[in-house]
């Protein structure tokens, strides 16, 4: 059997590695670039794609800047981002208790 | 490894919200190795007291000054990581925020309580009231990351607490045997160390190894 498609739900967020993104920025005050990399286990490339589309949507705020030489993007979730979420969590499960 | 191109059920969306939301509340709650390293060190200097009272070897204070000295050591190793190594946890959480305001406040009390027992403060007193300054760090820690054996640990540590405050009154000493009643007031400060920082030290590493290997077994088995 297939799994269920859910074309309601929200497709900025319904994506593994930006939901998984969303889900660790929620929780903090503010992350890493490398710190999101290492806990959702993906490839900078993938990773940077992703958060560039989060940006865009609104969703997060995006700093970048230089410490000693490096680079040092850090992600930190925005109000709308936060409604967002909110609003996909609470679709997800009206999903799920609609199938019990 | 994350990809893109599977399209994801309801069921594993909840997946990893739940994961990554627990990944970050375990960041949030460490290794428990800072509270298992200030453990140790506080026991071995309250069991290195006793045992120097009991067989004279060393003047009284002796292993409380290696005990500052190893704590002050250890702080200069800490902040020189952070300063010449540039090492950063890569988060920031509202929680770590408060622990560092904590952490502050914790070192400048203590601070106080030392100078204290140095200008005339009895130590039969002045060691009850860091026990009670350790149960009041541990209690906030434990609430803040909802993690029970800190709050246990903090209210046994205030029972020691009590109890060291009226050892002069509970312990008949022999006459002018300060030394027989500090040998109880360092029992008891050595049973709370293990009660309040070392047992729930230890559990706490227990349950971030645990959920590291969890973390990469489900890495493992992710599609």
Known sequence: MSAPVFNELDPILHSQLRLAVMSLV??????????LKEKTNSTAGNLSVQVQKLKDAGYIDVTKQFKDNYPLTTCKITPKGVSAFEAYVKALQSYLNMGK | MLREEKPLSGHDSLLIIQQMIDTAKQEQKGDGMGWILWGWLLLAASIGTILNLQYQWLSTFFFWNAFGLAAVFLGIFAAGKVIFFKKTDGVKTYTSEIFKKLNVGFFISLLFIIVATNVGVSPLRGFPLMMSLYGFWSLIHG????????????????VLAFVALFIPR????????QSYLFTWVMVLHALGVICCYLIPGHLANNEFRKSSTGRLVNERTRV
């Open chain 2, 143 to 158: 609430a803040l990351l909802n993690f029970k054996p800190s709050i246990i640990g903090a209210y046994i540590m205030w």
């Open chain 2, 170 to 177: 509970i312990i008949e000493a022999p006459v002018n045997d």
């Open chain 1, 26 to 35: 929620i929780s903090v005050k503010e992350a890493e670039f490398t710190f």
